[in-house]
T-cell receptor
Framework: EAGVTQFPSHSVIEKGQTVTLRCDPI?????LYWYRRVMGKEIKFLLH????????ESGMPNNRFLAERTGGTYSTLKVQPAELEDSGVYFC??????????????FGSGTQLSVL | SQKIEQNSEALNIQEGKTATLTCNYT??????LQWYRQDPGRGPVFLLL?????KEKRKERLKVTFDTTLKQSLFHITASQPADSATYLC???????????FGRGTSLIVHP
């Protein structure tokens, strides 16, 4: 079974440019999450999809970040325009939709974003 | 504000010994607590989940305790091996959204 895949693994862009990160969750996982780790800090929650619907986007830093999950399969996270403080590792995770309670999350390897 | 504290200093131990990692939290009433392992350049990998009404959980060489009075979880790896060297993250979920909130993690280094 394929795991969570993220693309690209690394991205180096200049301040003001646009970057789009992609996440393919494990097949059949309705829940998809985006997290971010900024250097030296903890992994922080950005948002949560259930199928194609945004369930919780309380962690999104500002309106320069736009996440989509059309059709409830893969998801994209676009940063436009990118700022220096957006640098970090962006993780995507997915989990099964098995009722309530804490979910076991399966993570991708992350996208290392460097904004220069 | 809610805080999850894990020792930022790396834990160095000899192979064969038991490693014990600590996760403390404040201003939080988690319903669930999870432990993940993270290797360099990879995403976290789920290890164990324990519920607030459970005191202890075991899986092979791993043991987790959860003390809601002390607001603390201990994560033990018995008979540690160099392959256990990694960063270990604790993550708490409240009874609302159940989405895990992560600590910064503690690096474990097991010396042969």
């Amino acid at each position: 079974e394929a795991g969570v895949t993220q693309f690209p693994s690394h991205s180096v862009i200049e301040k003001g440019q646009t970057v789009t990160l992609r996440c393919d969750p494990i097949s059949g996982h309705d829940n998809l999450y985006w997290y971010r780790r900024v250097m030296g800090k903890e992994i922080k929650f950005l948002l949560h999809f259930v199928k194609e619907s945004k369930q919780d986007e309380s962690g999104m830093p500002n309106n320069r970040f736009l996440a989509e999950r059309t059709g409830g399969t893969y998801s994209t996270l676009k940063v436009q325009p990118a700022e220096l403080e957006d640098s970090g590792v962006y993780f995507c995770a997915s989990s099964q939709a098995t009722g309530t309670g804490a979910k076991k999350l399966f993570f991708g390897s992350g996208t290392q974003l460097s904004v220069l | 504000s809610q805080k999850i504290e894990q020792n930022s200093e790396a834990l160095n131990i000899q192979e064969g010994k038991t490693a014990t990692l600590t996760c403390n939290y404040t201003n939080y009433s988690p319903a669930y607590l999870q432990w993940y392992r993270q290797d360099p350049g990879r995403g976290p990998v789920f290890l164990l989940l324990i519920r607030e009404n459970e005191k202890e959980k075991r899986k092979e060489r791993l043991k987790v305790t959860f003390d809601t009075t002390l607001k603390q979880s201990l994560f033990h790896i018995t008979a540690s091996q160099p392959a256990d060297s990694a960063t270990y993250l604790c993550a708490l979920s409240s009874g609302g959204s159940y989405i895990p909130t992560f600590g910064r993690g503690t690096s474990l280094i097991v010396h042969p």
